[in-house]
């Protein structure tokens, strides 16, 4: 017996204006009606299979209709069930259920507003990876995005395995590399072997693998052991000799080694208490200073911004002079222009803090520690006499001036500690440069 109903045929028969339509005939277009129904209804469900539902839309019905070069049927949205009305017949009929047709006013539609234009197509770039890195911006997933999508109806679906990130394999021969230089590195009792261990990082060509391995161990060897200043001290001489080694690409870990660094120039402490840190300190700068000097020009932001945050930590009256001293070092490092427009120009305001605690009367710890921040000024000064020359064609600043005039302007300048110690130099060179500045 065929599902589609024979009298129905004849029925839709007699609605389009075909008289006389025999049953056998009736049968045989029932029977093809239910072959194509059923034609349909599997390539609906290879639809619905590929999305990954259990339940069948009016989409895939229309997907279907067009693979089967059908016209789609209109009018029809998963959105918009169909709403079924019953019409009482005569007692003891079966009721008719229809589908209510609204009343559209062409009016009201006329009259409605326009939609709004939609967004021209546009493309974007954007970095997937740099480096075997993947950067974590919007447009890249995170490592924790959740693949699996929920649909309305669509019953409980397993969750998809998601496969973890793919990590990066080293052999054995670089695992065992890298423990045996970690470990030479921090042996406090055999020299030989830390110098070793040091030559290979500067000189071996083969390292480029371990790069981000040794960075993240130096990053961890700084965070944790700020009272341990020999193992501060080696970590920089690792990070100094990867810096010079010049067969390995250390560009894109530039910016991950910059703060381990500057940890060791402007560090509250270094080492346990009473210690002194300023040959760690001053080691720290000259490698921050060299970093900048070359990679300023490939990251134009670097310098910038290490000058800013040193100059922040110099200005600073609340940072012990520790701190003071790691901040007038590294910026001496970062070139005579800096010393003349941020270091000298603020040694007055700076020597509010500084003469204080050069009194007697001070413990010696911090009397100590401010003595240092003074030797880092004289030391500022020297290198704008040893790197800078007066300007051909310029006239003397000294003539004309007594030796007290050119102190009031120092003490102006520089502050009287500083421009006393200038004046005690008697330096005629250094005079002039400071006094055409």
């Avoid at 129905?8 to 204006?17: H, P």
């Avoid at 590929?50 to 059908?70: E, F, G, Q, Y």
Wanted: aromatic share 6%; charged share 25%.
């Amino acid at each position: 017996m065929s599902v589609y109903n024979a009298d129905s045929v004849r029925d839709a028969a007699e609605a389009l204006g075909i008289p006389n339509f025999s049953q056998d005939v009736a049968q045989v277009v029932a029977q093809d009606v239910e072959y194509r129904l059923h034609a349909i209804i599997l390539e609906a469900q290879k639809f619905m299979r590929h999305s990954k539902r259990t339940t069948m839309r009016t989409a895939d019905i229309d997907h279907a209709l067009r693979v089967l070069n059908v016209e789609p049927l209109y009018g029809f949205a998963a959105n918009n069930p169909v709403q079924w009305h019953e019409a009482p017949l005569a007692p003891g009929q079966p009721p008719l259920y229809y589908v209510e047709d609204e009343e559209i006013e062409f009016e009201k539609i006329i009259n409605a507003p326009l939609p709004k234009v939609p967004r021209d197509v546009s493309y974007t770039a954007h970095w997937l990876a740099i480096e075997g890195v993947q950067p974590a911006i919007p447009q890249n997933p995170t490592p924790a995005h959740d693949f699996t999508q929920k649909h309305s109806g669509s019953g409980d679906l397993p969750e998809p395995e998601v496969k973890p990130l793919i990590k990066h394999a080293l052999s054995k021969e670089l695992l065992l590399y890298f423990e045996r230089i970690t470990k030479a590195v921090l042996d406090q009792e055999n020299d030989v072997l830390r110098s070793a261990a040091i030559a290979s990082l500067r000189h071996d060509p083969g390292l480029h693998q371990l790069l981000p391995y040794f960075v993240q161990y130096i990053a961890e060897k700084v965070t944790h052991n700020l009272n341990d200043l020999f193992v501060l001290d080696m970590v920089m001489q690792m990070a100094s000799a990867l810096l010079d080694n010049r067969n390995i690409f250390i560009e894109p870990y530039v910016h991950q080694l910059v703060p381990s660094i500057l940890t060791c120039v402007v560090a509250k402490r270094l080492g346990s208490q009473g210690s002194d840190a300023s040959r760690l300190r001053n080691f720290a700068a000259s490698i921050l200073g060299s970093m900048c000097d070359r990679f300023g020009q490939t990251y134009t932001t670097l310098k910038p911004r290490v000058t800013k945050t040193l100059l922040k930590a110099y200005l600073d009256n609340k940072k012990p002079f520790t701190t003071h001293y790691g901040a007038i070092v590294g910026l001496t490092q970062l070139g005579t222009e800096v010393v003349r427009i941020l270091v000298l120009p603020n040694a007055k305001v700076y020597e509010l803090i500084l003469r204080p605690a050069l009194s007697d009367d001070k413990p010696g710890t911090t009397r100590a520690e401010a003595e240092r921040c003074f030797e880092a000024l004289k030391r500022a000064v020297a290198s704008i006499k040893d790197s800078d020359e007066l300007p051909q064609g310029l006239p003397d600043p000294l003539d004309g001036k007594s030796d007290e005039q050119i102190r009031n302007i120092l003490e102006s300048r520089l502050g009287k500690l500083l421009g006393d110690h200038v004046m005690s130099q008697k330096d005629d060179a250094m005079l002039r440069i400071l006094l055409s500045t």
